[in-house]
């Protein structure tokens, strides 16, 4: 088993920033693919971005947030980052880590681990 605790959600005005941060601990060795979701109220979960967690730490972003938002890892620690720039009240959102074994890095159904979720909000 892998546990996922997110943290660093919260409200920002249009134009800002924030850091995200995903905290996995159980049996992560296994582990080849880190995932960021997102889902906004009335609307299915969305990829937003994902990292290869062993090998080469390869990115894939959806095409929303590319430019703007960077995935990245810290092995040592056993975390994943999210930094999201130049925010805009469209990625308003609950914000989901996830886990999976295989390199599916955007298919939703792939991920075998996820988060509690940490809420982001944008205000116009």
């Known amino acids: 088993q892998v546990q996922l605790v997110e943290s660093g959600g919260g409200l920002v005005q249009a134009g800002g920033s924030l850091r995200l941060s995903c905290a996995a601990s159980g049996r992560t060795s296994g582990t080849e693919t880190m995932g960021w979701f997102r889902q906004a109220p009335g609307k299915g979960r969305e990829f937003v971005a994902a990292?290869?967690?062993?090998?080469?730490?390869?990115?894939v972003y959806a095409d929303s947030v590319k430019g703007r938002f960077t995935i990245s890892r810290d092995n040592a620690k056993n975390t994943v980052y999210l930094q999201m720039n130049t925010l805009k009240p469209e990625d308003t959102a609950v914000y989901y880590c996830a886990a999976q074994y295989g390199s599916r890095w955007s298919e939703r159904f792939a991920y075998d681990y996820w988060g509690q979720g940490t809420q982001v909000t944008v205000s116009s």
């Open positions: 990292i290869s967690w062993r090998s080469g730490g390869t990115t």
